[in-house]
């Protein structure tokens, strides 16, 4: 039971777009709020790592990597025989407001194959810890492209994995121009009320505004991914939000103004003052509802 060929192509860590270098994706809808900007800001905006980590960058740049190569190494071969499971996926009841869909390999573990019978398994940093102090929040579900074989066999390795709610795999996948999209709307959940979380954003191309981009993990034990991104989530149940969408679009144009400024770490900011964040759009909502209605009120009369 081990990992197929089309895992290897992903995990090759040289293949990267200049989008992806942050822990939110950033979509055209974050790319409209740079369109004053020269093409060099915007790259280096966006290209700044969480983590302090241009490497990969400058290794893209220094390639001429475009974003035409960089979707086509994420492709994988797509198994046209396999059917498509029925939606919805999961039972209507949940108990839990909001549901956070989670991807596997090289989001919460990566799995190195060193030849066709062995292989290492490790788990990210804090996987097992932001398992556990999100299920108290979300219902937790795995979204994996891989088969199900591989992803229980992978998936057993992690202490809290009774707080995973629900899994689904590569049969539960849409297969979309060469990549296993994961639609959320087959699902069975509130749109407005989910979350994925993935290193892929190609993955989460139907609902890109409901998507955070996580940078991939492969060996790094120093990796603080999943810690920085915890708070953030909590925040956001915590505050009973309406709609994660736009709670989302909220955090993205924070960063990219804190990375404006030259903060090196916006993700630690965002952890630091996403409650006053969170309050101030919530007051301007109540404010702009006031107005409204006032305004309809004032028609009426």
Not at 69 to 91: G, N
Not at 267 to 286: D, H, V
């Amino acid at each position: 039971m081990k990992a197929n060929q089309e895992r290897q192509k992903k995990n090759d860590p040289n293949r990267v777009e200049i989008y992806s270098h942050q822990i939110f994706n950033a979509t055209s809808d974050i790319m409209k709020g740079l369109d004053k900007m020269s093409f060099q800001q915007s790259k280096d905006m966006i290209g700044k790592s969480l983590r302090q980590d241009y490497s990969i960058l400058e290794q893209a740049a220094q390639q001429n990597q475009n974003k035409y190569t960089a979707e086509v190494a994420h492709q994988v071969q797509v198994d046209q025989s396999l059917q498509l499971i029925p939606c919805p996926y999961v039972k209507a009841s949940s108990h839990k407001k909001y549901t956070l869909v989670l991807d596997l390999d090289e989001t919460l573990l990566h799995y190195y194959e060193i030849n066709e019978y062995d292989g290492d398994l490790r788990i990210r940093p804090g996987a097992d810890d932001f398992l556990k102090s999100l299920s108290e929040y979300y219902e937790i579900i795995i979204f994996t492209a891989a088969m199900q074989d591989y992803a229980d066999w992978a998936l057993d390795h992690f202490q809290n994995k009774s707080c995973i709610s629900y899994r689904l795999y590569r049969q539960h996948a849409s297969p979309f121009g060469g990549f296993y999209v994961k639609d959320l709307s087959r699902i069975g959940r509130d749109i407005s009320k989910t979350i994925i979380v993935d290193n892929i954003a190609e993955n989460f191309q139907l609902q890109p505004e409901n998507g955070i981009f996580i940078k991939s993990w492969f060996i790094d034990p120093q990796d603080t991914a999943l810690l920085e991104l915890a708070p953030l989530l909590i925040s956001i149940a915590e505050s009973n939000v309406n709609d994660v969408r736009e709670a989302l679009k909220l955090f993205r144009l924070h960063m990219l103004e804190q990375m404006a400024k030259g903060v090196m770490n916006p993700t630690m900011y965002l952890t630091q003052n996403i409650k006053e964040i969170l309050k101030k759009y919530s007051e301007s909502l109540s404010a702009t509802e006031t107005k409204l209605l006032e305004k309809n009120s004032q028609i009426k009369a």
